[in-house]
């Protein structure tokens, strides 16, 4: 059985199966499913939250962060957490932990390596995302931190069924970016309800198009993707086009790149850290 064969087989799996996740994940799933909910109180989050200690340091780390903290004055209470960052901020918050568990353990070393590194690769895009919603695209930074955290999420998932289909980490990755990233990837995210507007920004960065002067969500991610300093083990190949920091001077100007790099760069780094998991 090829690659291609294999995604087929693994998306149809996602769509007609249960699929089965570590309890922090289901914790995770039922915070988001709260937060989607009118009447759902911050109390009744709250207490869904501190159910989840990984989701919880989560949450006060990024309430603790330069992008949200202004006043300085430290945060150590997860309803405060949730008061200071919103329902949306929290929501892409649980949208991580789900992300970054999926794929599950493994002894395998480079199972292991390729997992950590797209998830470093994964925080500095979400990172790096919001930013650029802020300075450059003007779209909801909120939106962009979601958008960006969830997508790779087809490439997690794949990571998990890898002791079923060692094959997956034989070669280069050509065929997890050209069909596994849509297939699988559109495949897990309509099993996990992600809004259909996500998902039609997630395949416009998929098709890798960036539109001049880059206005949209899916222009965002492209940006972040290509300014990340940690590239990821799935999209990049040898010899793969590359817009290059060079080309985004010339896309967005000098003095805007300037602003992303140096005036943000504390926001990022702050965001990037207290997304690692």
């Known amino acids: 059985m090829d690659k291609c064969e294999i995604f087929r087989l693994i998306a149809n799996q996602v769509a007609h199966t249960e699929l089965a996740f570590p309890t922090g994940?289901?914790?995770?799933?039922?915070?988001?499913?709260?937060?989607d909910d009118e009447d759902c109180s911050a109390a009744t989050v709250a207490r869904l939250i501190q159910a989840e200690p990984l989701l919880a340091s989560r949450i006060i780390a990024i309430a603790n962060s330069?992008?949200?903290?202004?006043s300085g004055q430290p945060v150590?209470?997860?309803k405060a957490a949730l008061s200071m960052l919103g329902f949306s901020t929290v929501r892409s918050l649980a949208m991580a932990l789900v992300t970054r568990q999926m794929a599950g353990q493994s002894n395998d070393p480079k199972h292991r390596e390729?997992?950590?590194?797209?998830w470093e690769h994964t925080?500095?895009?979400?990172?790096?995302?919001?930013?650029?919603?802020?300075h450059v695209t003007h779209q909801n930074p909120e939106t962009a931190l979601f958008a960006a955290i969830v997508h790779d999420i087809g490439g997690f998932y794949m990571l998990s069924r890898v002791a079923e289909f060692p094959q997956l980490l034989s070669?280069?990755?050509?065929?997890?970016?050209?069909?596994?990233?849509?297939?699988?990837?559109r495949a897990v995210l309509d099993r996990l309800a992600v809004p259909e507007s996500i998902v039609t920004v997630l395949e416009e960065f998929?098709?890798?198009?960036?539109?001049?002067?880059?206005v949209t969500l899916s222009d965002t991610l492209l940006l972040a993707e290509e300014l990340s300093p940690v590239a990821s083990p799935l999209h990049r190949v040898d010899g793969a086009e590359s817009a290059g920091v060079a080309q985004i001077e010339m896309l967005i100007?000098?003095?805007?790149?300037?602003?992303?790099?140096?005036?943000?760069?504390?926001?990022?780094?702050?965001?990037t850290r207290a997304l690692q998991f």
């Open 25 to 35: 994940v289901q914790v995770a799933l039922k915070v988001r499913d709260a937060l």
């Open 253 to 271: 100007g000098e003095e805007l790149l300037s602003l992303i790099l140096t005036e943000a760069a504390e926001e990022v780094s702050s965001l």
């Open 76 to 78: 150590t209470e997860v």
């Open 114 to 118: 390729l997992l950590a590194k797209l």
């Open 206 to 214: 998929w098709d890798g198009y960036l539109t001049m002067p880059p």
């Open 66 to 70: 330069v992008v949200y903290n202004r």
């Open 171 to 185: 070669g280069d990755f050509s065929d997890w970016i050209e069909s596994g990233e849509v297939i699988v990837g």
């Open 123 to 134: 925080a500095h895009v979400a990172a790096l995302a919001h930013a650029i919603a802020r």
